[in-house]
């Protein structure tokens, strides 16, 4: 889905398989005030890649870590500070 990315409101982040199923999901309710970032490798976080993509949606406000399993498994606790550092949070 081609977006806006005037329209954007939410960014959503994931890594893997799990992108084709929050896709499919989006276009389904036709949200085009969400954007789906795939990260293909997590180590290093690809930190300037990653802010070169966010700067595309300047009115996005929501920042979203999206992952199939639950949150005490997979990549959370990993990606999180590496995530809030990349997006300004503290």
Not at 42 to 58: F, G, H
Not at 72 to 81: G, H
Request: proline letters at 4%; charged letters at 40%; aromatic letters at 12%.
């Amino acid at each position: 889905t081609k977006l806006n990315p005037e329209k954007v409101k939410r960014l959503l982040f994931t890594s893997g398989k799990h992108y084709y199923t929050l896709n499919e999901e989006r276009d389904k309710r036709k949200r085009d005030d969400i954007a789906i970032i795939r990260l293909e490798e997590l180590c290093p976080i690809p930190a300037d890649e990653l802010r070169q993509e966010i700067k595309k949606y300047k009115n996005a406000k929501e920042f979203i870590w999206c992952q199939e399993e639950h949150r005490n498994q997979a990549a959370w606790f990993f990606v999180k500070p590496r995530f809030e550092n990349v997006i300004g949070i503290h």
